[in-house]
């Protein structure tokens, strides 16, 4: 089976207990790495990390648009088909995937789509092996739809008085910033104070050090540099809030501006620093739009009958309806009877 970064929480890369498989990792597989700048596309090897793609491909001021905290590989990324945190603007990685090379498991080479984007002559078989997690073969190169850099970005920690605020707000800014609007991220008290408990470097901004129970980071991107007639992205996030707040449109209790970079810090450090609660159990889920919330409130509902001594520390991509629902606990109070137990109410 194959095994790229071991950045996710998908566990078809993990070997069961027989001791009859073979793990296959792709470290290695970085032969191929061909840009197309008219076609702007990318054929690549399956085992570069994102990273490493995006940094080769800025000096041409393209990049590959799907945000993580974490670091990838490519074939990763396409057998998990993964989101990210601006998958509001750019959607997820099968949306950006124009062809495949795949090793089926009879040993045969099968190159699926290619460069060409308009290819409806029939069935287009690369879609059944994104997301599939190697069932149908293990991909060994891909073509990548690109995407301009964006040249212009503001950012801002917006802070809701409750849950029932925040889809109001993002409607609201889907009509006023339209395709502008390129992050809509959700991130819960507990898993904020897990970053700034654990990573020193953190910038806490919020009001005498108090977090919120709720905070939204909200991005405006442009691909275009600034010119003498084009308002600043800044002025502009902060006269849609301005404008929201005085018209009553929308609830917000607080809004935080400052360098994007330093607030993506905080979100990117959700990921990691969250394990350090205790015995993670975690969950990447998604729900129609607007099932996330309720899922949300009736789990909070629940669990303290349940689990007391157990936190929730969820954060995600709550404007395209995606969470990251993470239930932490102290090592000492788990059992097998316990684990057990908590499997079964979850599901």
């Not at 949306?95 to 190159?111: F, K, N, S």
């Not at 069935?123 to 991909?139: E, N, P, R, V, Y």
């Not at 964006?150 to 006023?176: C, G, H, T």
């Not at 901004?205 to 007639?229: M, R, S, Y």
Request: glycine letters at 10%; charged letters at 20%.
């Amino acid at each position: 089976m194959p095994q790229g970064a071991n950045t996710g929480l998908v566990g078809t890369s993990i070997p069961d207990e027989t001791g009859t498989q073979v793990v296959i990792s792709f470290d290695r597989m970085k032969e191929v790495f061909n840009v197309d700048i008219e076609n702007r596309s990318l054929r690549v090897s399956a085992g570069f990390h994102l990273s490493e793609v995006n940094e080769r491909l800025s000096e041409q001021g393209l990049h590959f648009p799907i945000d993580f905290g974490s670091d990838p590989q490519i074939g990763g990324m396409i057998a998990t088909n993964t989101g990210g945190g601006r998958f509001l603007r750019y959607g997820d990685v099968r949306r950006h995937v124009l062809g495949l090379d795949i090793v089926t498991a009879i040993g045969e080479l099968a190159p699926l789509g290619g460069p060409v984007r308009k290819a409806n002559i029939g069935t287009d078989w690369k879609q059944l092996a994104i997301g599939s997690g190697a069932d149908f073969g293990i991909i060994t190169q891909a073509v990548l739809n690109l995407e301009p850099i964006a040249r212009q970005q503001s950012a801002a920690l917006v802070v809701p008085p409750n849950n029932a605020a925040i889809f109001p707000l993002l409607q609201a800014l889907k009509q006023m910033a339209g395709p502008m609007l390129s992050a809509f991220e959700f991130m819960s008290q507990n898993a904020m104070n897990a970053a700034f408990d654990h990573v020193p470097t953190l910038h806490n901004p919020f009001a005498d050090g108090t977090v919120p129970q709720i905070a939204l980071l909200i991005e405006l991107t442009h691909p275009n540099q600034p010119v003498p007639w084009e308002i600043d992205l800044d002025e502009v996030l902060q006269q849609i809030l301005m404008t929201m707040w005085e018209n009553g449109d929308v609830a917000i209790k607080d809004a935080l501006f400052g360098r994007p970079d330093d607030m993506w810090a905080l979100r990117h450090a959700l990921s990691e620093d969250v394990r350090t609660a205790g015995k993670l159990y975690a969950f990447d889920l998604g729900f129609r739009r607007p099932d996330v919330l309720a899922f949300r409130r009736a789990i909070q509902d629940e669990l303290p009958d349940f689990a007391p001594r157990i936190t929730i520390c969820d954060f995600g991509h709550v404007g395209d309806s995606g969470l990251h629902f993470n239930l932490a606990g102290s090592y000492e109070t788990h059992s097998d009877e316990f684990e057990q137990g908590l499997g079964d109410w979850v599901v």
